[in-house]
């Protein structure tokens, strides 16, 4: 989009929808901070420039980073020049979303509000911003820290809204997208992890569709460099027994989230390899099942990692 001084500029509708928000919220921004047209004259309609849409999106830009409404509205009209920089961005740089170079933002997120923000770009149905801020946080504080403090109290949220409304599948949706490619990247790697190392074999249960989890689990595992392969959501019995006999695992978790997925049964077909391996079975759907003595239990996303680590790096 190009539009000039002279230009008429976009409608507070289409406005909106570039920015992901409502056309109220718009309203409400220029109203409580400012941050409307430029060259708005009374009773003419609202056009924003390209320089209005370009202070809009670092205002959204620090919104989603946690930074409360008016400082983000200060911190976007205080960036003289907000149109894109050709420059690459320097360490410590933040790319807004137009692609414009800007300096760090203000106040900016601890964990609580970087989860606000990938909930505020959820529902704005940003998944650009909503994978990238994942990404930062896993690069700056870590996978289990991510899955902790962001990931599960968005998810939560999403859920919630789900069962009273059911509305927000779409969320729920482009979240799940976001949430296993950030996590689903370390899969390609190697990691520290040796070629022959006998891995950790990691699958949801049959009927078995919930995986963020379990892939979280995958990524920390990675990055603690104990060797796994993923086996992902709803993985067919006689599949699990076939990739078990041909990996030679350590150790087999069983992911059930939900208790009607959690059958006791599939763990008596696993096999018996030599040398053989440890069943874990990681997740509330196995709560108040009668289980095996022998297989562990797995109920958190850190302990899993101690437990396993502790268990196959011997
Ligand atoms: C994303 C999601 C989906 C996605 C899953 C995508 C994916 N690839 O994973 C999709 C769209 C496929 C989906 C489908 C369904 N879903 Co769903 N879903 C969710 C949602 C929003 C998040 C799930 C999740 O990852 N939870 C993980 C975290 C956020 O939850 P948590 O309680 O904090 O989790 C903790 C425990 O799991 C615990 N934990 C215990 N042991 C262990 C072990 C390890 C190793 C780890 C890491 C953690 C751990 O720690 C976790 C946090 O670390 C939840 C809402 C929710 N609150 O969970 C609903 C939810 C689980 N879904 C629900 C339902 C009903 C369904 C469907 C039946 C809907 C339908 N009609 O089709 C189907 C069922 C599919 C199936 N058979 O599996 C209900 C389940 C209600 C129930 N208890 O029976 C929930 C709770 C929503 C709700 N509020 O009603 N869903």
């Given amino acids: 989009m190009v539009t000039t001084a002279h230009a008429p500029g976009l ?7 570039r920015i992901g928000v409502a056309p109220g919220t718009l309203r409400t921004w220029d109203r409580r901070y400012g941050m409307g047209p ?17 202070r809009l999106e670092l205002m959204q830009r620090a919104l989603v980073r946690g930074v409360s409404p008016a400082d983000a509205a200060r911190y976007a009209l205080s960036v003289r020049e907000p149109e894109c920089s ?6 410590g740089e933040q790319r807004a979303g137009v692609g414009c170079v800007v300096p760090g933002l203000p106040g900016a997120a601890g964990a609580d509000g970087l989860a606000r923000g990938v909930g505020r770009a959820a529902l704005a149905l940003d998944s650009a911003t909503v994978c990238e801020l994942l990404a930062e946080s896993v690069t700056r504080d870590g996978v289990e820290n991510t899955w902790d403090e962001v990931v599960r109290p968005v998810l939560e949220a ?3 809204r789900w069962a009273h409304t059911a509305a927000g599948v779409e969320i ?9 490619a950030v996590f689903g990247a370390s899969l390609g790697g190697r990691g520290q992890t040796a070629r022959d190392v006998r891995p950790v074999l990691l699958a949801a249960v049959p009927g078995e569709q919930h995986t963020l989890p379990l892939l979280a689990l995958a990524a920390a595992l990675r990055r603690h460099g104990v060797a796994h392969r993923y086996l992902g959501a709803d ?8 990739a078990a006999r041909r990996t030679a695992p350590v150790a087999v978790v ?25 069943t874990f079975l990681a997740g509330p759907g196995w709560d108040g099942a009668a289980l095996p003595r022998r297989a562990g239990r ?9 437990t396993i680590s502790e268990a196959v790096l011997v």
Avoid at 11 to 17: E, G, M, S, W
């Fill in 86 to 91: 050709p420059a690459p961005p320097r360490p």
């Fill in 235 to 242: 993985l067919p019995a006689d599949a699990l027994v076939a």
């Fill in 254 to 278: 069983l992911w059930s989230l939900l208790p009607e997925t959690a059958d006791p049964k599939l763990i008596a077909t696993m096999p018996r390899t030599r040398p053989r391996f440890r």
């Fill in 38 to 54: 430029s060259d708005h004259a009374p009773g003419r309609h609202r056009r924003y420039s390209t320089a209005d849409v370009a």
């Fill in 11 to 17: 409608t507070v509708a289409a406005t909106a929808r």
């Fill in 172 to 180: 729920e949706h482009l979240v799940t997208g976001c949430v296993s």
């Fill in 158 to 160: 999403i859920g919630a």
């Fill in 298 to 306: 797995l109920t958190s996303l850190r302990s899993a990692v101690a």
